[in-house]
């Protein structure tokens, strides 16, 4: 069966220090990746997607980078946060060319 | 630019009680439409999606939406609502070709109460 998980499950941050969340997907290869990223009260939007290993689609900038370093792993960073970048991190999942995601639990994540 | 709205941030109904969940969407191509579901401490689930064909597309537990172009709308229903349904209700769309990209609405929060 297929996991996903996402790490931390929550973190509190300074302003200006930087960030690294994890998602890794285990028991399917080669899946469609994917971030997002909700504000307090805001609508997902999706930041990054990522088709193979390597390879990372932009889709929203918010001073913020993406990579896929492993076929399971996508990772999220910056090396300075703001303020704006607290919210509600979901990575999710999808066959190849699928129409259907598998999120993760998600990340919280207060800068203060 | 493609969106999604739902208007309604929160609905209360009675159990047994018919439900409709409405979404609305803006995109000029062909429109590839979801409905996902996030239980309390659980990661969203899919319900049901529509591509083309029959407007009414049936899902999971009960549930069915219909598309219907002339409107830009998909709504979500369900003829008898049972507690186990109260949960935060996602209408997504899917723009352009190879589901790479994906407009969420705000999600309406369901109460089903006894």
């Known amino acids: 069966a297929q996991t996903i998980h996402q790490w931390p499950v929550a973190e509190i941050k300074a302003v200006g220090s930087p960030l690294s969340l994890g998602c890794t997907i285990k028991g399917k290869s080669s899946p469609n990746l994917y971030w997002y990223w909700q504000a307090t009260g805001g609508t997902l939007q999706q930041l990054f997607y990522s088709i193979t290993v390597g390879q990372v689609e932009s889709v929203v900038q918010l001073n913020l980078s993406a990579s896929r370093p492993k076929d399971d792993q996508f990772i999220l960073s910056t090396e300075k946060l703001l303020l704006s970048h607290s919210g509600f991190y979901l990575c999710?999942?999808?066959?190849?060319?699928?129409?259907?995601?598998?999120f993760g639990p998600g990340t919280r994540l207060l800068v203060l | 630019a493609q969106s999604v709205t739902q208007p309604d941030a929160r609905v209360t109904v009675s159990e047994g009680a018919s439900l409709q969940l409405r979404c609305k969407y803006s995109?000029?191509?062909?429109?590839?439409l979801f409905w996902y579901v996030q239980y309390p401490r659980q990661g969203l689930q899919l319900l049901l999606k529509?591509?083309?064909?029959?407007?009414v597309v049936q899902g999971v537990n009960g549930f069915e939406a219909e598309f219907s172009k002339s409107n830009s709308s998909f709504h979500l229903r369900k003829a008898s609502v049972h507690w186990s349904d109260s949960a935060v209700y996602f209408c997504?769309?899917?723009?352009?070709?190879?589901?790479?990209?994906?407009?969420f609405g705000k999600g309406t929060s369901l109460t089903v109460i006894p």
């Open positions: 997504v769309l899917s723009a352009g070709t190879g589901y790479q990209n994906f407009y």
């Open positions: 999710a999942w999808s066959l190849p060319g699928g129409d259907t995601q598998y």
């Open positions: 995109y000029s191509g062909t429109p590839y």
């Open positions: 529509y591509y083309s064909g029959d407007p």
